[in-house]
């Protein structure tokens, strides 16, 4: 059954008439053209699909247009408005967190989540909150040191 659903998008409002059990993963990609956000496995358990909803992690896999109606969603294209990278964004780039890519997007959703609820995380909680994340590449060492100077730039770290 269409329903009208209504939420903010990177900044931006949006409505749409469509059904509210669709994914939002699958909506973003194909009815808002925001590819940025990758089907991993389709259980939520890699975390490339990874988006930003009310400022907690949220695997878009698993998240229905009903559950994000009325409330606010950042995906990895709403870090870096007017084409400036957000500092976890350039941390990656700078500490080479990626390798072929395909987690990225989520990686960095997931840095960001991570840092909004706990700005000054220790290294531990840094393993701890991005362990649900895969990576078969094996980039994870460069990927913690991203993430510890993303915390730094942002001043939550001091370490």
């Not at 194909?30 to 358990?45: A, I, M, P, R, S």
């Not at 976890?88 to 780039?93: S, T």
């Not at 960001?112 to 590449?137: F, H, T, V």
Request: glycine share 12%; aromatic share 6%; proline share 4%.
């Amino acid at each position: 059954m269409r329903e009208t659903i209504r939420f903010t998008l990177n900044g931006r409002p949006v409505t749409l008439d469509t059904a509210a059990d669709r994914t939002l993963l699958w909506v973003l990609r194909t009815d808002l053209d925001l590819t940025g956000t990758k089907y991993g496995c389709g259980e939520g358990v890699c975390g490339s699909c990874t988006v930003i909803v009310d400022g907690r992690i949220v695997r878009s896999c698993q998240a229905t247009l009903g559950f994000v109606s009325g409330k606010d969603v950042t995906t990895i294209e709403g870090l870096a408005p007017d084409g400036k990278l957000h500092p976890v964004q350039e941390a990656f780039v700078e500490h080479g967190g990626y390798q072929c890519g395909y987690c990225t997007p989520g990686m960095i959703m997931s840095v960001y989540g991570l840092l909004l609820e706990n700005p000054r995380a220790s290294r531990d909680e840094i393993l701890e909150g991005m362990e649900p994340n895969l990576c078969r590449c094996g980039a994870h060492t460069r990927i913690v040191r991203a993430i510890e100077t993303a915390a730094a730039q942002m001043g939550g770290r001091n370490d």
